[in-house]
């Protein structure tokens, strides 16, 4: 029997084992990159809404949004909060709908009211899914600009309202 | 087995191979840690809240407009000032921006320093001209600030 070269061979296996974990952990460890790109994808959701609620604030009314979204938070009825599947601010939902297509989305109003903050629901596509964002803008009415929307503010002539326009949007 | 303990050749080949080893050990360490380390570095990017202080600081901008054409509106019909209207409805604007921003667990403070006007009073509606603005933002791990915030106000 040849038993020659048998420390070789064993270097060979040991090589050949330790190779292999090297592999392994390398390829484990890049594991740690998926996290990241979910969160590139919350990201990219954040700007598309951000982008799209700003877009809205300046609009001219000559462009196909009819309203900016002052004039849309303005016109809105405070008394009754949306109830899916019906929403009770369609100019603003259009006006979503048509800058971001493909994305699901709610609106809440957020603002102050004798110095208690308020949330009402406004414009609801569903329950928003595990990777949801929430994106804010902030308009300030006056009741100038609610009296020519014809929105349902009450506020006095002195008085301003800082609305919080919240926006959970979300992919399918 | 027992000629193998017995024979010394091939020393340098047996060590080569540890020391290759021994390298490739040490390699996917390294790149081990560069991994992480990227992810913590592009993890702390995108979660700065750049787009919060930018509404913040923006709204605080829109939101002179709107107060200085209000506080004219208001003048015409109180004995107060311009300068004291434009105060009271500042002071209100931050109450609702710091109730409105600790909904969701950050502090603001906007607080106004001075209003001032190049000819020096507040007749008609072009009379202010820059307010000077302290603006504050925590959410506990970024904490921004500016101090003054120099707001042109032109319209």
């Known amino acids: ?172 | 087995m027992e000629s193998l303990k017995k024979d010394t050749r091939g020393q340098w080949i047996a060590l080569s191979g540890l020391v290759l080893s021994l390298i490739l050990i040490g390699l996917a360490a390294l790149a081990n840690q560069a991994l992480i380390a990227g992810y913590h570095s592009s993890n702390a990017v995108l979660e700065f809240p750049k787009e919060n202080i930018r509404e913040l600081n923006s709204h605080t901008r829109d939101n002179a407009e709107i107060l200085k054409s209000l506080s004219f509106e208001i003048n015409n019909s109180t004995n107060n000032t311009v300068p004291v209207i434009f105060e009271q409805l500042f002071d209100n604007y931050s109450t609702q921006m710091e109730t409105l921003y600790a909904a969701h667990g950050e502090t603001v403070d906007i607080s106004l320093v001075s209003i001032n006007s190049n000819n020096g009073t507040y007749n008609n509606n072009s009379d202010i001209d820059v307010i000077f603005v302290n603006l504050t933002y925590n959410d506990g791990s970024t904490h921004y600030v500016s101090e003054p915030e120099v707001i042109r106000v032109t319209k």
Not at chain 1, 82 to 88: I, K, R, V
């Open chain 1, 1 to 172: 029997m040849n038993d020659k070269a048998q420390l070789h061979t064993m270097e060979g296996l040991l090589a050949a084992i330790l190779m292999t974990m090297t592999v392994l952990m390398i390829t484990q460890s890049t594991a740690i990159v998926t996290p990241q790109n979910e969160l590139a994808i919350d990201v990219q959701l954040e700007q598309i809404g951000s982008d799209t609620l700003k877009v809205i604030d300046i609009a001219p009314q000559t462009s196909i949004i009819r309203n900016n979204l002052t004039e849309c938070v303005a016109s809105w009825d405070t008394t009754t909060e949306a109830s899916y599947p019906t929403n009770n601010l369609e100019i603003l939902d259009n006006s979503i709908s048509n800058l971001m297509p493909e994305i699901l989305y709610n609106v809440n109003f957020a603002y102050t009211r004798n110095g208690n903050l308020t949330v009402k629901k406004v414009i609801i596509h569903g329950q928003p899914a595990d990777n949801a964002v929430v994106v804010r803008h902030y308009v300030t009415l006056t009741n100038e600009t609610v009296k020519t929307m014809g929105g349902g503010w009450n506020l006095a002539d002195d008085e301003i309202k800082v609305v919080e326009v919240r926006m959970t949007t979300w992919k399918v």
